[in-house]
């Protein structure tokens, strides 16, 4: 019995034929979109037996919908030489042999100087279920695309559903969601990672609350005030170096959030740094009373971040962005500023290891202590 609201198999089918007309090659990071832009032909369908040799593995694809190739396309053979790390172990025996196993999903194929294929795998090719994309029989309703919906992220949402119905490895999210910066999140993505952050298989908030923070999803920061208490020490980390390095979200609301999350004492250790880290590579207005706090700090990494937080405010420094981190401009005065001074220039201070009793740390903090107190009104 098919899930009430899911889209039939007839309804997918013309959902995807439909995203076909949209397509346009992709090129960036993320794994789905690249194999999307590399394939010659991308199917959903099924395949097996796999007949393996140890270097290498057959099989054929038997085809349900064409995405993209020859609409033509009914069964294509599939030869792949095998990358496998030699203390692989090889299941069901070291020995060639015939695996049967349930393979039905998104395979993206290239055409080869042979009348075979080649396939190009999600993951680990010695391992077949990385060999293509799994995806449920039947879509789920959370997972439908929107009319004229793109290719890419009529794809995205099949393989997220995929993802969600194995429940078991999270971070194959990270696979698929294909957003590059500056643009923002497209609505599949955004459809995406609010579903998984309503998921109870561990792990799956935290890697759907990533994500938000990654692309710069709208509400971002009110996900991360309600699931940031209970996230725990395995997936700390994966969330505090997304809102490290790549939440820039300037705008106001979403920016005295942040702060007041930082601020609550709430949350871990590695959260909060994160948190103040992010404040001050974004340090808009919203950001100073909290980067002013900082100042007061007993650790001196904080007081190092407020300094850098207000100073660069003052001299009129650009949002410090992965981007602009890498040719350092986030360290130019740019933006105009009417409280850039020579004073404000001399007390700029960025990067290092801050050290407890370091002079020059305290020299700072305390300029920028009265530098608030003259000014601090007038910048809000």
Not at 63 to 75: A, M, R
Not at 145 to 168: I, K, N, Q
Not at 328 to 355: C, E, H, I, W
Request: net charge neutral; glycine share 8%; with cysteine.
């Amino acid at each position: 019995m098919k899930p009430p609201n899911a889209m039939s198999f007839a309804r997918r089918s013309a959902a995807l034929m439909a995203a076909v007309a949209t397509f346009a090659a992709w090129a960036g990071a993320a794994d789905l979109s690249n194999a999307l832009a590399s394939a010659d032909a991308v199917v959903l369908g099924d395949a097996g037996p796999f007949a393996d040799d140890v270097s290498s593995v057959s099989f054929s694809v038997t085809v349900q919908v064409v995405l993209k190739g020859d609409p033509s396309l009914k069964t294509i053979p599939v030869y792949h030489v095998v990358n496998r790390p030699g203390n692989a172990i090889v299941f069901p025996s070291p020995t060639a042999g015939t695996i049967s196993i349930p393979a039905h999903g998104l395979w993206f194929l290239r055409r080869t100087a042979t009348p075979n294929w080649d396939v190009i795998p999600k993951g680990p090719d010695w391992i077949f279920p990385e060999l293509f994309w799994q995806v449920p029989a039947v879509l789920p309703a959370a997972y439908q695309p929107a009319a004229r919906a793109s290719l890419l992220d009529t794809l995205m949402l099949e393989a997220a559903a995929g993802v969600e119905a194995a429940s078991v490895n999270p971070r194959d999210l990270v696979g698929i969601v294909a957003t590059f910066p500056p643009a923002p999140p497209s609505p599949a993505v955004q459809t995406i990672l609010a579903r998984f952050v309503t998921l109870s298989a561990p792990g799956f908030p935290e890697m759907g609350l990533t994500g938000m923070l990654e692309t710069g999803t709208p509400g971002a920061i009110a996900q991360l005030q309600q699931l940031g208490p209970s996230v725990g020490v395995q997936w700390a980390g994966t969330v505090a170096t997304a809102l490290a390095q790549s939440f820039r979200d300037t705008t106001p609301s979403s920016v005295t959030q942040l702060a007041q999350f930082a601020g609550a004492g709430t949350t871990s250790a590695a959260l909060r740094k994160a948190a103040v880290r992010a404040l001050a590579a974004i340090h808009t207005k919203e950001a100073l009373p909290f980067l002013v706090s900082l100042l007061n700090s007993a650790d001196p990494y904080e007081q190092a971040q407020g300094v850098f937080g207000l100073g660069s405010f003052a001299n009129g420094c650009p949002t410090q962005t992965p981007a602009n981190s890498v040719s350092m401009d986030y360290l130019s005065f740019k933006k105009p500023s009417k409280f850039r001074t020579a004073d404000t220039v001399a007390n700029f201070a960025f990067g290092g290891q801050p050290v407890a009793g370091d002079s020059a740390l305290a020299q700072r903090v305390t300029f920028w202590q009265n530098w608030w107190a003259v000014n601090g009104p007038a910048t809000q």
